[in-house]
């Protein structure tokens, strides 16, 4: 067999790790590998994470996650990044920082809260969220949690969805993508740019095996844009990516189990 000499698109992943492989860097690396990507990963943050909830936490020093994002960028490259959880301000804003001197787009997953209601943010990180990390993203994927803990807005409709997007716009990110899944009803996703407006609308599949649905989401848009696909096409390939790996979520462990990420690998049983 001759030696390949093209190499994939790469995609870095700022997150923490979630020991039962549902979410976090876990969930990046797999939708990365099942998008056609190559995955690398900054860990921020260690969790002791189980289908029942986070049993423990243990951030990195910020010289830890420097060195790690130096390690990639300087001699590997990305032409997409990928925020998760960031657990504290100093994290948030050595993150920020890094990323404001990147020309890849960047993929902002504000993550405040596990499904099972464990934080994954200190309290006092959200204004850093607001005012360093949401400026640096070309796209911010908040849940509608994430939604009222970052602007107040506590979303019930689609209209509420609308207010949220405006709100989250006006800390500066290029695009938001305001994530509908805790709603009822059809699974509603709204892009918007302030002008385009672009709804997404899946079936809700009755599936209460959805650990690690946000993550899959965001490293999927990243995974797009890193393939050259603009904003609007990135996001509708990875709700159709999510919606399919929520219909064939495992039931693992004795809670929330997580999301089939190697659905479209998998044969239908
Ligand atoms: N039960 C479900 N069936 C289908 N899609 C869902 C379901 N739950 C969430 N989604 C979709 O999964 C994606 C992640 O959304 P959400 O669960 O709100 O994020 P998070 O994991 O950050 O809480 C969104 O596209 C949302 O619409
Ligand atoms: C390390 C880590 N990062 C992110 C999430 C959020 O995922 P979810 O909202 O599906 O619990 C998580 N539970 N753990």
Known sequence: ????????????????????????????????????????????????????????????????????????????????VKTGMLASAALVETVAELLAGTDAPVVVDPVGVSKHGDALLAAEALDSVRTKLLPVATVATPNLDEVAQLTGVQVADEDGMRRAAEEILAFGPRWALIKGGHLPGEAVDLLTDGSAEHWLRAPRYDNRHTHGTGCTLASAIASGLALGQDVPTAVEGAKAYVTGAIRAGFALGGGIGPVDHGWRTRAAD
């Open 1 to 80: 067999m001759p030696i390949r000499t093209a190499v994939p698109p790469r995609v870095l992943t700022v997150a923490g790790s979630d020991s039962g492989g549902g979410a976090g860097i876990q969930a990046d690396l797999k939708t990365m590998l099942a998008l056609g990507v190559h995955g690398m990963s900054v860990l921020t943050a260690v969790t002791a994470q189980n289908s029942l909830g986070v049993q423990g936490t243990w951030e990195l020093p910020v010289d830890a996650v420097r060195a790690q994002y130096r390690s990639v960028v300087d001699d590997i490259g990305v032409q997409a």
